[in-house]
């Protein structure tokens, strides 16, 4: 079989799918209809991971697949690219995307509708990591976008609704910048495609001068909106608190990454690139303090895992922003690159794991304050987990998102400090990691036993809902995943590097000892600072400085304001560096 | 040049709508506004070199640039989803709170316990 037939797969597979979850909804009932939407799902979830697997050893070799959908001519057609970063992309879409419909199955939101805009929303996933012309990016995030929010307003809550309201919005407008910046490029060049586009600007004098910079800045900080770097975080805590469990997992673990990841494409064949790089990284690095700041701050459980997304996101476009600041072709690019990829496939496995053990905790507690909710162990024993999967589960995930050898978040942490050396980047990360420390004992405290014994109990007669099988099954898959990929993270890294250089470096290099004195002397000083943190605000005044960062306002326009600002101050930037 | 600034007042009025009006609805009304200006804008740049529809048959010369025009067919379809959409929530969030003022919906959803 050619390669060149199959790479479209992992796109038209699930939109296949979600026609199929939609045709059985509308011509079946009851069993017809669940059995096709499980068939589509399979077809959707399933099948694209064979053909992963088939592409895999090509992949390693340094092969890239430009193909142009519809043979048309190159500077019309829509072009396709598939490489060692598709195919990481690909690889973290589909096994979160599995994970999270499983555990839908347990914990709702159910039926063939929602089934089938899940589909979608993976299709255009997987059509992000790929495209190379910048229209069809545009298309893509709207695509993903308009899945999301009909995904987070599912939950049916009024909350939800306003959440996924204030993201269409703001982000909604902010592609309409993306478009202002799609012309001002295409005027410029002639061309859509990222290559046209970067010839286009080599020959013009000045790189293109005020219009290509501003034109860039527009498209850069639309993007940088869907993947909540500080500014443009402010619609993130509340879409990923309110949305279902699954889709959280989704959202934080893949939807906010992939953008990340498609627009390194265009940055580093474009001169101009390196400084939006640049800019981002460093407001990656603030983002990872503050966002860790406001988390530590949270009551609402979900909350404060959200604010953990926004967190750990700093840290891969931190490193993000310094590869592409380096240039992927250079040694020290190329390993902070694969850094941050490794933290974000691992940020996608924990956090995940997270968002599920949390939500199957706070739903049978039906409580999901961190200052009242204590003895969530008995309660889960309660709902009929004799053994305690959750539990078990939610300690793997709170472990490996504070870094604890030897779980994936360690090493992946380890990667990222390796690859910053002695930069202030590196010190930044190292101060964020103290927060989530203490974050994360603050919200294991709800599993802890209860002061006064049975006090919240409910009544004989009020039988809680089981965990359903499905839960712990996608539980446990994350989990061993977590740990798994945390004992063989030294090879992972390398598999990943390897597909990242597309054959350009040498990667055969032995990677750094994860489990150096050195490494597991800073893991134990990240603790112990954690826990003194924490000591600190359980005291009174802790406890009122984390209020009132935790009530600042926050409203509708500032969603807009910081969205503008952030725009704004990238294209100075830009103006600035040229 | 007269439409350019035309287009600039148009924008700006649908981003003042945007962040300024209190009720969703003309929220949404004014995202409308804000797409309908740029895809304008990109059929009015496109038009700059021709003066024919791009029609492609014989005996057609001095077409305009097709290119935006294709491409703003595409976002004229995702803006009409989207506006679609937002109506869809702005209704629920009505049913929920009764009314449609952003800040009052905030003020009335922010007490409810979840």
Redesign the interface.
Known sequence: MNLSDIIFAPVFLPLLGSVLAFLGKAFFKDHGAKLIEYSAVLIGLGLPWIVLFYLLPSMLSGTVIQLVIGNWLGG?GVIYRFDGLAWLVDFLGFSIAGAAWIYTLGAGPKGPGFSAVFLIQTAALAATAMTVDL?NL??CL?VLG?AS??LI?SSE???A??A??SY??VS??AM?FF??GL?GL??LTGS?SYEGIASGLKILPRGGGLTANVSLSLIAAAVAMRVAVMPLYGWLPDAH??APHAISAVLSGVLIKTPLFALTRILIIIPEGIEIGRLMGYAGAATALVGVIIALAQK?TKRLLAYHSISQIGYIVSAWGAAVAAGLSTPIGLTLMTASFLHAMYHALFKGLLFLTIGTTTDLAGE?DVYKLRGAATILYRGGEKFPVTLFCFLVGALAIMAIPPLNGYASKAALSYAFKDSWQASFLFAAGIGTTASFIKLSRIYWPQRKIDQAAPEAGTVPDKVHISIQISQIFLAIMCIASGIFASRISLIVKKLLSTGIIDTNRVPPNLFSIQNLEKTAITVTAGIVLFLIVSTRPGKKILSLIRNRPR???GL??SFSLGMFGLALWMIYKS | MIERILLIILFLIGFYGIIAKKNIIKKIFALSILNSSVVILFILEGSKIGTNAPIMEEGVKNVVDPIPQALMLTAIVIGVCITALALAIAFRLYRYTHTFDIDEIHRKLHDEPF
């Open positions: 019309v229209f545009f298309v709207e308009i929010y009909v307003a809550k009024p909350g609704f306003l996924s309201f269409l919005m909604a407008t309409v478009l202002v012309l295409y005027r859509l608190a309110l609402d999901r409203n509708f326009q807009f304001l």
